[in-house]
């Protein structure tokens, strides 16, 4: 895959050495809010997150007491709402309008509208030609007429339509609801670009956000299957050392007749002697896929001398052999005790992730530290696919959508920002399995499937 811009990614992630920025990238997007319960901050913030956006709160000069936020007693909010004239006055501003392309704002509903200091925010603000979405928080109205009411506030600016969340709004609500709009900040990390299919990394390059694994394919049957899948338009491979397999992906991907450059191949170290060794078992796996170069490496699981191994990993990052590093089966505890050893952040970690195992505290961890989630057994693996295909739930969201179960699933990791790698040997499950963009799940769909989370986890890992 092509290198991106990541603008400030080495100050912001602790990598060595930072892509150049592009002369001519596109605006950046800025997240607005005003808020005085911490309701409408926490959206905000979230968005923001989900983005790489940049964020200004409005902040009154003049704050609000819990005696002015009371309803119809005739105090400060009462009058100002009353009022369309009204413009509380705002401490500081944003210092470089300009930069912005897309701005969104963010406010309490306030007896049906927004708060007054929005229009002081506004009117303080040439935003000509910039994309405004706006969103609401509140107990039970929905955002109605407020947003229309302010468009005459920034009559030149390219207004999308709004939406109200409610206290408590999921971040997988959050970020469905960004892509709905088609707000996605240039080069964001972490942030699935669904027209794409690919994700950005922190270390500056693009990965499909859905592939295949390669675990338990022979030779022959790997080979097959990584035909298929660069056949079917797949770009994203997974395989390891201990598949034993690694060959059979080179040949495969070698003989494919697809330019290397649009390939995602992804390796591990295995603990142990590769760990022990880890200069040795790098040129190892550059023998046996023999592509030039390897596009992710990741250590299979903790195990001793596991930072050595990294460290040397880093070593062949600095010399081109590898592009990005990642780790798989690390969790919170030992990413707390790991990160701090190491000079360059994972781009990826790889877990156990399927609806009955969903690992809910664990990834949004991961990703806040601008880490891209992968999940490995997708459909439960290991004797429990079929219970797990067949679940009612699945089975009835599938039926509603016409897809099969399977394809439920992949889209449910997708739309968690999960990325897929179901291991196949038939043609026809990897061309499907790719299949995710025809239809999306809704929030009530997700929700259902979220609640078949048991904890259970379906490998020792």
Same mark, same amino acid.
């Given at each position: 895959?092509?290198?991106?811009?990541?603008?400030?990614?080495?100050?912001?992630?602790?990598?060595?050495?930072?892509?150049?920025?592009?002369?001519?990238?596109?605006?950046?997007?800025?997240?607005?809010?005003?808020?005085?319960?911490?309701?409408?901050?926490?959206?905000?913030?979230?968005?923001?997150?989900?983005?790489?956006? &940049?964020?200004?709160?409005?902040?009154?000069?003049?704050?609000?007491?819990?005696?002015?936020?009371?309803?119809?007693?005739?105090?400060?909010?009462?009058?100002?709402?009353?009022?369309?004239?009204?413009?509380?006055?705002?401490?500081?501003?944003?210092?470089?309008? !300009?930069?912005?392309?897309?701005?969104?704002?963010?406010?309490?509903?306030?007896?049906?509208? @927004?708060?007054?200091?929005?229009?002081?925010?506004?009117?303080?603000?040439?935003?000509?030609?910039?994309?405004?979405?706006?969103?609401?928080?509140?107990?039970?109205?929905?955002?109605?007429?407020?947003?229309?009411?302010? $468009? !005459?506030?920034?009559?030149?600016?390219?207004?999308?339509?709004?939406?109200?969340?409610?206290?408590?709004?999921?971040?997988?609500?959050?970020?469905?609801?960004?892509?709905?709009?088609?707000?996605?900040?240039?080069? @964001?990390?972490?942030?699935?670009?669904?027209?794409?299919?690919?994700?950005?990394?922190?270390?500056?390059?693009?990965?499909?956000?859905?592939?295949?694994?390669?675990?338990?394919?022979?030779?022959?049957?790997?080979?097959?299957?990584?035909?298929?899948?660069? *056949?079917?338009?797949?770009?994203?491979?997974?395989?390891?050392?201990?598949?034993?397999?690694?060959?059979?992906?080179?040949?495969?991907?070698?003989?494919?007749?697809?330019?290397?450059?649009?390939?995602?191949?992804?390796?591990?170290?295995?603990?142990?002697?590769?760990?022990? *060794?880890?200069?040795?078992?790098?040129?190892?796996?550059?023998?046996?896929?023999?592509?030039?170069?390897?596009?992710?490496?990741?250590?299979? $699981?903790?195990?001793?001398?596991?930072? *050595?191994?990294?460290?040397?990993?880093?070593?062949?990052? !600095?010399?081109?052999?590898?592009?990005?590093?990642?780790?798989?089966?690390?969790?919170?505890?030992?990413?707390?005790?790991?990160?701090?050893?190491?000079?360059?952040?994972?781009?990826?970690?790889?877990?156990?992730?399927?609806?009955?195992?969903?690992?809910?505290?664990?990834?949004?961890?991961?990703?806040?530290?601008?880490?891209?989630?992968?999940?490995?057994?997708?459909?439960?693996?290991?004797?429990?696919?079929?219970?797990?295909?067949?679940?009612?739930?699945?089975?009835?969201?599938?039926?509603? $959508?016409?897809?099969?179960?399977?394809?439920?699933?992949?889209?449910?990791?997708? *739309?968690?920002?999960?990325?897929?790698?179901?291991?196949?040997?038939?043609?026809?499950?990897?061309?499907?399995?790719?299949?995710?963009?025809?239809?999306?799940?809704?929030?009530?769909?997700?929700?259902?499937?979220?609640?078949? &989370?048991?904890?259970?986890?379906?490998?020792?890992?």
């Amino acid at each position: 895959m092509k290198r991106a811009v990541i603008l400030l990614l080495a100050l912001c992630l602790c990598l060595a050495i930072a892509p150049p920025a592009a002369a001519d990238a596109p605006g950046k997007t800025l997240v607005v809010w005003f808020s005085c319960t911490g309701t409408t901050q926490a959206v905000a913030e979230t968005a923001a997150d989900i983005l790489g956006a &940049d964020t200004y709160e409005i902040v009154p000069i003049q704050p609000y007491t819990d005696a002015d936020l009371a309803y119809y007693t005739g105090g400060r909010a009462d009058q100002e709402q009353a009022d369309p004239s009204a413009r509380p006055a705002i401490s500081g501003g944003v210092e470089d309008m !300009a930069q912005y392309d897309t701005v969104l704002l963010g406010y309490p509903i306030w007896h049906g509208q @927004a708060p007054r200091i929005i229009s002081t925010f506004l009117e303080s603000y040439d935003l000509s030609g910039k994309t405004i979405l706006p969103f609401c928080t509140s107990h039970s109205s929905g955002i109605g007429s407020s947003a229309d009411d302010l $468009h !005459a506030l920034a009559p030149d600016a390219v207004w999308l339509d709004g939406t109200r969340f409610a206290a408590g709004a999921s971040r997988e609500e959050i970020a469905a609801w960004l892509d709905g709009s088609g707000i996605r900040a240039a080069g @964001a990390v972490g942030v699935f670009d669904f027209e794409k299919r690919t994700v950005m990394l922190n270390s500056g390059y693009e990965m499909p956000i859905l592939g295949l694994g390669t675990y338990s394919l022979s030779d022959e049957e790997c080979y097959a299957s990584v035909t298929a899948l660069l *056949q079917a338009g797949g770009r994203l491979i997974d395989t390891a050392y201990m598949y034993g397999n690694e060959a059979a992906v080179g040949r495969a991907v070698r003989d494919s007749g697809v330019p290397r450059e649009e390939i995602f191949v992804i390796t591990k170290l295995y603990p142990g002697a590769q760990y022990d *060794q880890p200069e040795a078992a790098i040129q190892e796996a550059l023998d046996k896929l023999d592509i030039g170069y390897i596009d992710m490496m990741l250590l299979h $699981h903790p195990g001793e001398n596991d930072v *050595q191994a990294y460290k040397a990993m880093e070593q062949a990052v !600095a010399e081109g052999k590898i592009h990005s590093l990642g780790l798989s089966n690390w969790y919170v505890e030992e990413l707390e005790e790991f990160l701090p050893q190491v000079d360059i952040m994972p781009a990826l970690v790889q877990n156990e992730i399927h609806p009955y195992y969903q690992e809910n505290d664990v990834i949004p961890y991961i990703q806040g530290l601008g880490i891209v989630v992968q999940g490995w057994y997708p459909f439960g693996g290991r004797g429990y696919t079929a219970d797990l295909l067949g679940n009612e739930t699945i089975s009835a969201i599938a039926a509603d $959508h016409g897809v099969s179960s399977a394809q439920v699933i992949l889209r449910w990791d997708l *739309q968690k920002g999960v990325v897929v790698i179901p291991g196949s040997s038939d043609p026809d499950h990897i061309r499907e399995n790719l299949d995710l963009f025809g239809f999306a799940l809704t929030d009530d769909e997700m929700g259902r499937i979220n609640a078949l &989370d048991r904890g259970e986890k379906h490998d020792w890992y």
